[in-house]
């Protein structure tokens, strides 16, 4: 069994986070286990116009991201599974193999969606940490895609 789990957040599919928490709870066994999770803003890496915001309306957008992490983390996962939720800034699979180095898991929890043509040429997010990782990987699938 294992005792220390990553779990990256998406705030786009929210709705994964609790599967994964699920995943977790089920790799951990009778014995529990720590919950760490991830979020990656990539805000200032995809978007020009980041740079031209309003240094108080970044602030608060940077306050909101933090607020909603931190009550999806808190509302999934149980308090005595708890360990680190950070925030990052920059690519997402370069900040989850970093928080990876960081942290040591036993293992990355990742959800991933329906592959298409882009990610065929290009790869996922999922596929790169899964590629890169020196940790074990479990891709978590959204069914409803399938």
């Not at 929210?14 to 286990?33: D, H, I, N, S, T």
């Not at 997010?125 to 399938?146: G, P, Q, T």
């Amino acid at each position: 069994m294992y005792n220390s789990i990553l779990i990256p957040i998406d705030l786009e599919h929210v709705e994964m986070f609790p599967r994964a928490v699920a995943v977790a709870k089920q790799l951990f066994g009778e014995q529990g286990g720590t919950i760490h999770s991830l979020y990656v803003d990539q805000n200032k890496v995809h978007s020009i116009a980041f740079t031209q915001m309003n240094h108080d309306l970044a602030k608060e957008m940077r306050e909101e991201i933090k607020k909603r992490v931190a009550d999806v983390f808190e509302a999934n996962v149980p308090e005595e599974m708890r360990g680190m939720c950070h925030i990052r800034n920059g690519v997402v699979y370069d900040e989850i193999l970093e928080e990876e180095q960081r942290l040591k898991p036993d293992v990355i929890l990742i959800a991933a969606g329906r592959p298409g043509v882009t990610s065929y040429l290009l790869g996922s997010n999922a596929e790169k940490v899964l590629r890169h990782a020196r940790s074990s990987v479990f891709v978590i699938r959204d069914s409803k895609i399938w």
